[in-house]
């Protein structure tokens, strides 16, 4: 009798330990990024003073990824100052993605030169320890920057999308078997009526092609506030939307770099402050979407300069 009772009661408090313990919240990793975009390597990275700058600067300012420039033969050049700081990043629970990209890229002769930069990150990660490596790699192209933009802009568009199509194989051939993402900066007016593509039978806005090309994009949504007819959120709500519709990702970027005869586009007149509390509303607005995944710095030249 005695031995049933003393049952009872041990059983009696394991219940008790795994309701508590049920109760007590879980946390999960943490998906919202927060990316900034940095183009001046030699500058960055390739002492130890100013990789120690750089990685304390992202640390205070809660950037977990760098978007770190490695076009020309910059990477095969100075192979060893970006193995040392992508070490010193992951110590740091940083991610560093290649950055890369050229308008002339847009075009079907120069499709081959994105090919060899996406070989040269290949080779490197391949060369390099674990803690060394990319996590993925960035396309900053803009063909809009093109003479040709302005004279026949559907067939730079189509010469493009032609171009995604044959990256996304390549990618295809490493990525499958690494943990390693591909992603494309887009402007937020890739989506209007005016940039409508049909390529291969299908019609549909530019932004959608590429999103459906690549699945994650970084939109450069250039505004100085967040709310409004011409703001951030209006501007990204779309692929924010189809994202989230087609199990994508978007990040959504700012600008930061003095633009005098475009104030609107820059937070360089307001400061940092006001920048925080306008990402703040963004942040607050697409949380819990799915395809809303953070933000975004351009860049960390001109925010490491950025009044507060």
């Excluded at 060394?132 to 920057?145: N, V």
Aim: charged share 30%; net charge negative.
């Amino acid at each position: 009798m005695k031995n049933d009772q003393g049952k009872k009661v041990t059983f009696i408090m394991m219940l008790s330990v795994l309701v508590l313990t049920a109760c007590v919240p879980v946390e999960s990793p943490p998906t919202w990024e927060k990316g900034m975009w940095v183009w001046h390597p030699t500058e960055s990275i390739t002492t130890e003073e100013a990789r120690g700058d750089l990685l304390s600067f992202s640390k205070r300012k809660k950037i977990n990824v760098i978007y770190l420039y490695t076009g020309e033969e910059l990477l095969k050049e100075q192979t060893k100052h970006y193995q040392t700081f992508i070490k010193a990043a992951s110590e740091s629970e940083i991610q560093v993605y290649a950055l890369v990209g050229s308008p002339e890229w847009a075009k079907i002769e120069n499709h081959s030169e994105a090919t060899d930069q996406l070989s040269n990150v290949f080779t490197y990660n391949e060369n390099s320890a674990e803690d060394e490596k990319f996590s993925g790699i960035q396309f900053d192209i803009e063909p809009y920057l093109l003479d040709e933009w302005e004279k026949e802009p559907k067939r730079v568009m189509n010469e493009y999308v032609r171009g995604l199509h044959v990256w996304k194989e390549e990618m295809r051939s490493y990525s499958d078997v690494k943990d390693f993402e591909w992603m494309v900066a887009i402007p937020f007016w890739f989506d209007h009526k005016e940039y409508e593509l049909t390529y291969k039978d299908v019609g549909k806005p530019l932004a959608e092609h590429i999103m459906d090309i690549v699945g994650s994009v970084v939109m450069m949504a250039y505004r100085d506030f967040a709310e409004g007819s011409d703001s951030i959120i209006r501007h990204v709500q779309h692929e924010v939307d189809y994202a989230t519709e087609h199990d994508y990702k978007v990040i959504i970027g700012v600008e930061t770099k003095e633009l005098k005869s475009e104030e609107k586009v820059t937070f360089f007149q307001e400061g940092e402050t006001y920048m925080i509390e306008q990402l703040q509303v963004v942040e607050n607005h697409f949380k819990g979407q799915k395809g809303y995944h953070g933000q975004a710095i351009h860049d960390y030249e001109s925010y490491r300069k950025l009044k507060d």
